[in-house]
């Protein structure tokens, strides 16, 4: 994260403003901003008005200004604020993404677990490895800050392990580019025996709580997890500088305390777990992703890795370092509190655990470190919240840590890394770096002096999960500061049901959230018989989520609707609602009260559930419901099979083709059934795409397995070529207003006689501009976001789409003159937060009933659909993908 509180007030006035409507007040309790230059936040505002949207010529020429697409280009001092990361920051609509390099992108997996896991060795310590050295990059942008560039970060590390027995090094996993990723191990050494004992106790710390409980040698001799994640945000760079000082005093350090405190505990640092970030100088990896929003999807090594950490090693207390803030900031944070945590077990530590941060940072004397903001205690709700699973320490709290984030003060990246002088820029950074250093120290004191208690705390939630016991109600001044306003709870369903056979709306869908389930901890069981359970009936073989387990907490919060919180914070600071239920596409059925009772297997990883089920010599059908259904279908294209549709979501085989169906339902775990007996169907072919999209929607394409040329306005002036290009897709960075004569002609000749797919206000802008549909774009609120309830009236998306869809920055579209394809429910929001702009403006009463998605023939010639939804948001809503393909071979056609 990178905002802070006095950004807010301002940006809730830029809404309102932005969407014509009064202004905002700020949150009670916040300052004014420090330094609120309005260009420096306008950008972050990615809904224009209503009116921009249906006027080219107003839609985008401010954002296409550099000076202010930076998103914070002016000097933070100390005190002073950045920008809020809204919705991922502007690039999200303004920047199209052009193709990085992205190692294995061709075969990008669709399950949720495909490399190797990291687990911890069965061996003692140290457990060394001898790091590969990554040759010298003098393009590293650490080494114009003085730190430490990631090439130096292998050799570093080799050499404190062949100069002490504490420190032990490991890869556990690569970057979207292959970088490998650092996990560091100091503890004092270990037999095989001591190791393999504590790993017996950290396992009997989750299975049998009660028992770990009443363990008095686990109590004496458990040494406590402590857990630093570093560098996430790449161009956040030093909180790795702070962890390689603390690993180095460690390794070194010669007194008594030192040792005795490595002989209580496990520091663990991933060192850097963004290289690409670190190198490139960017938040993002190199595929494009904030991993620090990932947590909850896992579309991404690194956030794959770290999840594989937290789960590995269990902490009791994690950071996770960011930067920049002004002031330094460290959580615990503002409500909405996630509605799954055991709050009483975390904020009991968080808190006093910041103050000790808080007391070390200020003890560093330097400019800059004065003051310390602690969001909790600090900020107006909504400033700073905790609510979606998202960041890592969010993330770490369901897997038992008392997880903080950490935002150290001083700006050196974006704007001010080209603008300040060497050696300001160095002087903050080292000031940065003593301030990562003492947060790690004051954490790293804090889990020793108070390791009994957190041990107990840990233990009492894993004790309630397998218990089904209430989370207690916190009463008022539980800690300093906590009163009703902080007051979130849940009540948790006995049970989840994923069914499988006939009950079973997409089998891949299935299979990929167990999957996923079970990588991130969560235990699923197999039904070994037939059973009934509220009065329906389930085949042998369906999925169980008893949540009568450790990790309750996680298991809900992807599995639940969520909540609809907009009534009761003013704003949030990312996104507010998601759900692997509604929105990944398998069927899931939820038991309030009633147990299922069947005998059961755990599941270690869902079974392969393709198949052919068809005669032989009947042509096979293929419904689209998931991205896998389309990954196989443009596998069959490619492979030259001529397919069929014979309506949006449903393609026909030829019987001929049967071997390479089967094949691909092997791999892809897709279904083909028999085709009715004489279908027609129209023929269709692989679409070849050009998209100017935003980073997680090429990588979700290309997860589909389409061919993709990114483009943009600038690469179209530049005379990039569409010629062969079936479809354009536009969702950033493409403004038609702004194509010279080159890139207009190109242009206008795919329009003649290709397709376009829209999403979002910048694709709504360029169907205005070129004159496409007569549908005009009205804007919700630009920080709506959430899930929502739709109904699906059209035959492009078909009558079979998921009822729920995502939204950030929601639109709708007014008019005639084309297909309805899908409409916001009468009551929208299912989850999230969405208010109105304006007394009866941008709301989602407004919404209601409205067009979502519409499609129809150009009056240029072609074939357009208009998505006022997010179908591919982060790669989250995989049970949405399937409405952007066919709407991609529809528009080809
Ligand atoms: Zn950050």
Known sequence: MDASRALTGLCALLLAVGAGAGP?????????????????AAPANPAPAQ????????????LADPALADPAPADPAPGSSTTREFGNGPERHEVAATAPEIRGSAATPLSATPDQRWTPKRQGYPRQTDLRVYPQDPTDKSIKLGLVPYHEIAPRLNALQDASDRVSAEVVGHS?????????????????????????WRALIEDDPRAAARDRALHRGYKTPVWINANIHGDEWEGTDGALRVIERLATATDRATASLLRRTRFYVTVTNNPDGRIAGTRVNGAGFD??????TSSQPESRAVRDVVIGTQPLVMLDEHGYTGATLIEPATPPHGQNYEYDLYIKHALPNALGMEAAVKQLGLPGTESVDIPFRDYAPGDWDDWPPIFTPMYAIYQGAVGHTV???WQVNRGVYASLPVEELRRRSAVNTAVATATIEAALTYADTHRASLLAGQIEQFRRGWAGAPSPRIPDGFVPGFGPEDRYSTEFPRAYVIPVGAGQRSAPAAARLVDHLVAHDVRVTKARRAFSLNGRRYPAGSYLVDMHQPKRGLANVLLEAGRDISALVPQMYDISGWSHRLLWGASVDISRTAAPRVSTTPVKAASAVGSVTAGKRRDLALQLRDPADVRATNALLDLGIKLRHTDAGTVVVPAAARPEAAALARRFGVRFSAAPRGSAGTPFSRPVLAAAVAADELFALREMGFEVRPVSTALLNAGADLSGVDTLVVSSGLSYAQLTPTGKASVDDLLSRGGVVTRGATGAAFNAAAGLLPATAVPGRGDANGVVAVTNT????????????????PIWFAGSGFTVEQRYAADPLVAGHWLPTGPGVGGPDQAAGQASVVSGRTARGGRAVLFGTEPLFRAHPKGLYAEFARALYWSAG
């Open 24 to 40: 905002a007040s700020a949150a009670p309790g916040d300052p004014a901003p420090a330094n609120p230059a309005p260009a420096q």
């Open 51 to 62: 009116a921009a949207l249906a006027d080219p010529a107003l839609a985008d020429p401010a």
């Open 176 to 200: 979207a580019l292959g970088r490998d990723l650092y996990l560091v191990t100091v503890t004092a050494p270990e037999s095989a025996a001591e190791a393999a004992r504590q790993d017996r």
């Open 291 to 296: 991993i620090n929003r990932d947590h909850a």
């Open 407 to 409: 935002e150290i003060p």
């Open 794 to 809: 059209g035959a492009v998306i078909g009558l079979d789409a998921l009822p729920h869809a995502f939204v950030y920055s």
